[in-house]
C-alpha cells in the first residue's frame, strides 16, 4: 500500500476501529487483503450482468472524519472506469431531487448516477426519497455512487468505502489514495479489504493505474464538475439547499392540465382540489412538503 501515511490521529481510529470490528482485524489488519481487483469485478458484473440488479456504492471517508481527502476524485473516475459514458452534464447530482429529475431526464440502461455533497437532511423521508429511487431503477441495471451521504436510519449501500491513508503530498501531482471496504452481508456491513486507486492527476502525461482518461481529458471533466459543484456549495452559504425543491415543483404542477381544474369558470381557486392534486402528484413526500407547494400555488 506505500506510500500510504496515517497522521496519529489516524493511526488512533484505526486501532479503535479493529478493537470494535474484529472482522477488520481479521480482513485487513491481519490478513491485510487487497479487494481492489476483486471489487472492480464485482461492480462490474452488477452493472452489465445478465441478472438485473444494481449496486449502491457510498465513499464516506469517515476514519479522522477528514475532509479534502480526494473522495469526489476517486468516485467520478471509479464511475468513468465502469461507465465510460459517464459525464458530468447527465449524470452528476448534489440533492436527492437532482438526481430523481436527471434519471428521469436521461437515463437509460446498465449506468451509474452519482450523489455528491448530499444535503444533511435527516429526516425520514428524504432517505426513503433516495432508497425508493435506487430500488426502482433495479430493473434498468442503474447504479449509484454516493460521496459522503448520510445513512442515519436506513443502510441504503451495499458497498461503504472508509478512508485509510494516501500518499504524502510530496507525491503529489502523483496522489494514491487508500480505503478499507465494508461489504453487506446480512444486514451489517462487514469488512472485507483494502482499495488501493491511483489517481490519474490534472496535468502531465501519466494515467492512474486505475483510471482511464488523460490528464487532459480527466481536467476538462473535473473543470465542468467542479462548476457545478461551486454552484452547490454557493447554494448552501446562501442557505438554499433542500432535499426536495418545492418552487419548481410546484412550477411544474401549474403547467398541469388538471391545475386548471382546480379553477371555476370564475376564476376562483378550489382549495380543497388543489390539496387534492398535490397529494395525487406527490404522494411520497412529507405533509410539510405538501404545505410548502400549496403555499406556493395560492
Known amino acids: 500500500m506505500l506510500p500510504i501515511q496515517l497522521t496519529p490521529t489516524e493511526q488512533d481510529d484505526v486501532i479503535e476501529l479493529c ?13 491485510k487483503r487487497d479487494y481492489t481487483n476483486e471489487f472492480m469485478r464485482e461492480l462490474r458484473d452488477v ?3 445478465k441478472i438485473p440488479r444494481n449496486f449502491v456504492l457510498n465513499i464516506k471517508a469517515g476514519i479522522g472524519r477528514q475532509r479534502g481527502v480526494f473522495k469526489s476524485s476517486f468516485g467520478n473516475q471509479l464511475a468513468i472506469t465502469l461507465d465510460p459514458q459517464f459525464n458530468v452534464k447527465e449524470r452528476v447530482a448534489f440533492t436527492t431531487y437532482d438526481l430523481n429529475e436527471k434519471i428521469k431526464k436521461y437515463a437509460g440502461e446498465k449506468q451509474i448516477f452519482l450523489l455528491d455533497e ?3 437532511d435527516l429526516k425520514y423521508a428524504s432517505e426513503q426519497r433516495l432508497a425508493n429511487i435506487i430500488d426502482a431503477c433495479r430493473e434498468r441495471q442503474l447504479c449509484f455512487i454516493m460521496i459522503g451521504v448520510q445513512e442515519a436510519i436506513t443502510t441504503i449501500s451495499d458497498y461503504q468505502l472508509e478512508r485509510l ?39 502531465g502525461n501519466k494515467l492512474g493505474s486505475n483510471a482511464t482518461l488523460t490528464p487532459k481529458v480527466w481536467a476538462k471533466f473535473w473543470e465542468e464538475y467542479m462548476l457545478l459543484k461551486r454552484h452547490h456549495q454557493q447554494k448552501a452559504i446562501d442557505q438554499q439547499l433542500t432535499s426536495f425543491n418545492f418552487k419548481d415543483a410546484s412550477i411544474k404542477l401549474r403547467k398541469l392540465k388538471d391545475f386548471e381544474a382546480c379553477t371555476n369558470p370564475n376564476g376562483i381557486l ?29
Not at 478493537?19 to 490478513?31: C, E, K, L, M
Not at 487508500?178 to 453487506?184: I, V
Request: contains cysteine; charged residues 30%.
Open 19 to 31: 478493537r470494535a470490528n474484529p472482522t477488520f482485524h481479521q480482513y485487513i489488519y491481519r490478513a
Open 47 to 49: 452493472v452489465y450482468g
Open 118 to 120: 448530499q444535503v444533511r
Open 165 to 203: 491513508g494516501e500518499s504524502e503530498d510530496k507525491y503529489l501531482p502523483e496522489k494514491t489514495v487508500a480505503f478499507c471496504l465494508k461489504k453487506k452481508l446480512g444486514t451489517s456491513p462487514q469488512y472485507r479489504g483494502f482499495i488501493k486507486w491511483e489517481l490519474t492527476p490534472l496535468t
Open 270 to 298: 378550489n382549495k380543497q382540489k388543489l390539496k387534492n392534486l398535490i397529494y395525487i402528484k406527490f404522494p411520497d413526500v412529507t405533509n410539510e412538503e405538501r404545505k410548502m407547494i400549496y403555499g406556493e400555488l395560492t
